[in-house]
């Protein structure tokens, strides 16, 4: 028996769309998808994209990044076109200072009420905590304390986030997720897009099931696998 060798199948957008519409009974085989029908589609896709951020820390979307410290400033902007210039996490899931002779300190990542209630902002150190504030387009890493110029020069403060998923832009943009992905994008689509069409009910029913299926599937696949220990913790911060 021989076999392709390959592993790298993979959709772009339209070809996303046109299968979503093929499901809802929207295009016959063979048909190609008007221009309104893709924009429209676009437009749905890039909204159940977004939607999709909230279920989660998926592994593929988890990334660190390095952010320099200044001295005297204990709040960064996070963004594009930003102080730090990256886009916007969604959620800050851990943070480590990583000193000059690359030895990491694991930070505490705490809540807006916890940094509320510290004491003075503006205190001098080493930074041990961080609160992470998303807003609109940015978000802000508050550290406390506030870095000195001897911790900011020699200690570098890493995050570890969950970033965005990437935009549908043109017609051949390929999904900014991995293929296991792929069938649950299709099907999640045409559920959206069964209401635009009032596609009768009973379909979009059974469209809703199995698209429920597919995603749930693709989500438990995108979990970190590992051990879990549970301690109390004695830190005191």
Known sequence: MSTSGTTNFNVDRNQIISGALRLCGVLAEGETATTEQINNGAEALNMLVKRLEADGMP????????????A?????NIGVGQ???????LKVIRAFIRDSSNNDTPMRVITHQEYDVLGNKASSGRPIQVFYEPLNTYGVLHLFPTPSSTDASGNTLYIVYQRPFEDFDA????????QEWLEALKYQLATRLAGEYQIDLQIRQALLSEAAALKEAALSFGTEEGSFFFQADSRGW
């Open 171 to 178: 017609s051949t943009d390929n999904p900014d997720f991995p």
């Open 83 to 89: 102080t730090v210039d990256t886009p916007k996490p």
């Open 72 to 76: 005297d400033t204990n709040a960064y």
């Open 59 to 70: 592994l593929w979307a988890i990334k660190t990044y390095a952010v320099p410290m200044t």
